[in-house]
């Protein structure tokens, strides 16, 4: 079944890098390293390391507070993180510099795969989440390098289209060293799909142990006081376009009853910023660019965040959050940072990504959840209007992130069982 699936891989890698050069028409990023995409690496300091994989910006985002933990714990091991987007790439640089080394994740080709662990010489593969790569497992596991999934998940859809490929899958998974799901329901499913069950626990989600930096909130104040302390302030956070349609659409309701307010407006993709500058203008606001340095005036309207990894900074200066991706079904991005942030936080109708969490806030009162733009204009007016729910439901949805975390003490004892034989 494997080399099935690697001649499908070898077949369609055209379209792969086709896909890549069509990215690259809005964002050049896309068009560089390529020779990491099949295993050409140049990482002098990762032999001997932990490679810690995080697909993209939100993944590396919840593995941010383990690497810092192993990197204090174990100083003497090298970390290589890899990722397979730019924007991933992008945050890694940001989040730890040159404390780790960093690479793409090549392609799933035999060849590539194996001239990565060549290069890399891994003692620990780390994945994040759950992404099944089947030669990439069969390689760790030939060359008897343990290999883990941590923080992994099963949404609705991914299930239903991993059982169709449980004959390719069940393999490698089966392999893994351990597996530590989220919640039971994610364990549950990856043992379906053929994962060894006396290697799989329920350690919570990372990402309750979100650590925010102490001097956010600070920055969060300093912002706020340079727009204005009297101006509200809606925050629409890693939005796509349908997103940005229903926020801009509610705004501009809200501007008839609440005159000063402020959008911040802060795209998902770096490729979208100019788009998403170009819908605001349409709607008749007047817009600021967070990327030309200027102070957002009184007279903006909408002030579009066109730069990277600064959307926790701007929660902390808002007063109530609405998380993107959450309009179409793309299944909702991160609803734990503003919640850590004790932020309101408005949701559409598909958070499938984060569906437990998103359900465990609206019970205890920290989010609401809307369907379109007239419904997200009344919840946003009724938050503006009464500052005494916008405290509660912040303290609510801060006490529920404090008391889901633990997750990354049970991933570090599991992680110190593995590592700890290999340094005696």
């Not at 926020?247 to 998902?268: D, W």
Request: aromatic share 8%; with cysteine; glycine share 6%.
């Amino acid at each position: 079944m494997r080399k099935r699936y690697s001649l499908f891989i070898y077949l369609i890698t055209p379209l792969v890098l086709l896909y890549l050069v069509f990215r690259g028409l809005r964002d050049r990023a896309y068009l560089r390293r390529w020779p990491e995409r099949f295993g050409f690496i140049h990482t002098p300091s990762a032999a001997g390391s932990i490679v810690i994989h995080a697909v993209s910006m939100g993944e590396v985002n919840a593995a941010s507070a383990l690497v810092t933990k192993l990197t204090k714990r174990y100083p003497g091991i090298p970390l290589c993180l890899t990722c397979l987007t730019p924007t991933g790439s992008a945050r890694i640089r940001a989040l730890f510099g040159d404390a780790v080394s960093h690479v793409y994740i090549p392609l799933d080709l035999p060849g590539a795969v194996r001239r990565f662990f060549d290069r890399a010489d891994p003692r620990l593969v780390i994945i994040m989440e759950t992404e099944i790569w089947p030669n990439l497992y069969h390689e760790a596991h030939r060359r008897k390098i343990p290999l883990l999934i941590v923080n992994a998940r099963i949404s609705d859809n991914s299930f239903g289209n991993y059982r169709r490929f449980r004959k390719l899958i069940a393999a490698p998974l089966s392999r893994v060293s351990h597996i530590a799901a989220q919640s039971r329901q994610d364990a549950a499913r990856l043992a379906e799909l053929g994962a060894n069950e006396t290697r799989l626990s329920v350690s919570g989600n990372l990402k309750f142990d979100v650590r925010l930096p102490p001097s956010l909130l600070e920055q969060g104040d300093s912002i706020r006081s340079a727009w204005g302390t009297d101006r509200l302030v809606l925050l629409a956070g890693s939005t796509h376009e349908a997103d940005e349609g229903v926020v801009l659409e509610a705004f501009s309701g809200l501007l008839k009853t609440f005159p000063a307010a402020l959008l911040v407006l802060v795209p998902r993709h770096p490729e979208r910023f100019g788009r998403a500058e170009q819908l605001a203008r349409s709607a008749g606001l007047r817009v600021s660019l967070r990327s030309t340095g200027a102070s957002c005036a009184r007279s903006t309207q909408c002030f579009v965040i066109d730069t990277m990894g600064e959307l926790l900074r701007y929660y902390a200066a808002c007063d109530v959050a609405f998380v993107g991706g959450s309009i179409d079904p793309i299944g909702g991005h991160n609803v734990l940072e503003p919640a850590a942030l004790s932020r309101p936080v408005v949701v559409g109708p598909h958070t499938f990504n984060f569906a437990e969490i998103t359900q465990a806030l609206i019970e205890s009162e920290a989010a609401v959840r809307i369907k379109d733009a007239a419904e997200l204009e009344q919840a946003v007016a009724r938050l503006f209007t009464e500052p005494e729910l916008r405290d509660r439901m912040g303290r609510s949805g801060r006490e529920l992130v404090r008391s889901g975390q633990g997750a990354l003490n049970h991933t570090l004892e599991l992680l110190e069982a593995v590592i700890t034989p290999t340094t005696d």
